[in-house]
């Protein structure tokens, strides 16, 4: 079993940066697909942004593209989001996922194919 803790949220302006990070701990971390995912109220969980268990495939929603990125240490089992740039529209409860391996290299997107979550952490980006 996996447990993932996620850290780093708060209030921030609009154009400003935050870091998320995600601490694993319970399995093989260099093993998983890891995924960041956010829900904003009334609406669906929506994917941000993902990478293969390497590092070495990225992958972004379009709403983050050039402003997120994403990357993993795996020697300290942790994954980050480095969140630059930041809109209101950003607002949302901010999760970090874990796949267990799978055949092919693609990052993936969807959350029901994401075996472990974190609790989440709160983003709020004022205007």
């Known amino acids: 079993q996996v447990q993932l803790v996620e850290s780093g949220g708060g209030l921030v302006q609009a154009g400003g940066s935050l870091r998320l990070s995600c601490a694993a701990s319970g399995g093989t971390f260099s093993s998983y697909a890891m995924g960041w995912f956010r829900q904003a109220p009334g609406k669906e969980r929506e994917f941000v942004a993902g990478?293969?268990?390497?590092?070495?495939?990225?992958y972004y929603g379009d709403s983050v593209k050039g402003r997120f990125t994403i990357s993993r240490d795996n020697a300290k089992n942790t994954v980050s989001l480095q969140m630059n740039s930041l809109k209101p529209e950003d607002t949302a409860v901010y999760f970090c996922?874990?796949?267990?391996?799978?055949?092919?290299?693609?990052?993936?997107?969807?959350?029901?194919?994401?075996?472990?979550w974190g609790q989440g952490t709160q983003v709020t980006v004022s205007s």
């Open positions: 990478l293969s268990r390497t590092g070495g495939s990225t």
């Open positions: 996922a874990a796949r267990r391996p799978y055949t092919g290299a693609a990052v993936i997107t969807t959350p029901v194919r994401y075996d472990y």
